[in-house]
C-alpha cells in the first residue's frame, strides 16, 4: 500500500514539473525583461544628463575663461579666478561620472542580455 501511494505521488510529481517549470520560466522571463527596460530607461536618463552636464561644463570653461582675461586684465581678483577654475573642474567631475555611471548601466545591460541567452 505504502509503495502504491509512493509510486502515485512520483507519477503526479512526473506530470505536475512541466507546468511548474513551464510557470518558473515565464516568471523569469519577465522579471528579465522588466530589468531590461529599466536598465534601457535608466541609460537614457543618464545620456540626457550628460547632455545637460556638457552644456553646463561648457558655461563654467566660458566663465574660466572670462575669469582669466578679467584677472589678466587687472580687474578681477586671483581668487575669483581661482574659484572659476574650482567651478569648471567641478562640473567636468560630474560629466565624468555621468559618463561612468552610463558605462556601468551598459554593463548592466550586457549581463542582463547574457543572461537572457542562458535562458
Known amino acids: ?35 531590461l527596460k529599466d536598465i534601457q530607461v535608466a541609460i537614457s536618463n543618464l545620456e540626457l544628463d550628460g547632455q545637460i552636464q556638457a552644456l553646463d561644463v561648457e558655461e563654467a570653461r566660458e566663465n574660466a575663461e572670462k575669469a582669466q582675461a578679467l584677472y589678466s586684465g587687472g580687474f578681477s581678483s586671483e581668487e575669483n579666478l581661482v574659484m572659476a577654475r574650482i567651478d569648471l573642474s567641478v562640473e567636468e567631475t560630474a560629466a565624468e561620472k555621468i559618463e561612468y555611471d552610463v558605462l556601468s548601466q551598459k554593463i548592466g545591460l550586457i549581463r542582463y542580455y547574457a543572461s537572457a541567452i542562458e535562458l
Open 1 to 35: 500500500m505504502l509503495n502504491k501511494g509512493k509510486s502515485a505521488l512520483e507519477a503526479e510529481k512526473r506530470r505536475e514539473y512541466p507546468a511548474i517549470y513551464e510557470i518558473k520560466l515565464a516568471e523569469a522571463q519577465k522579471s528579465l525583461s522588466k530589468g
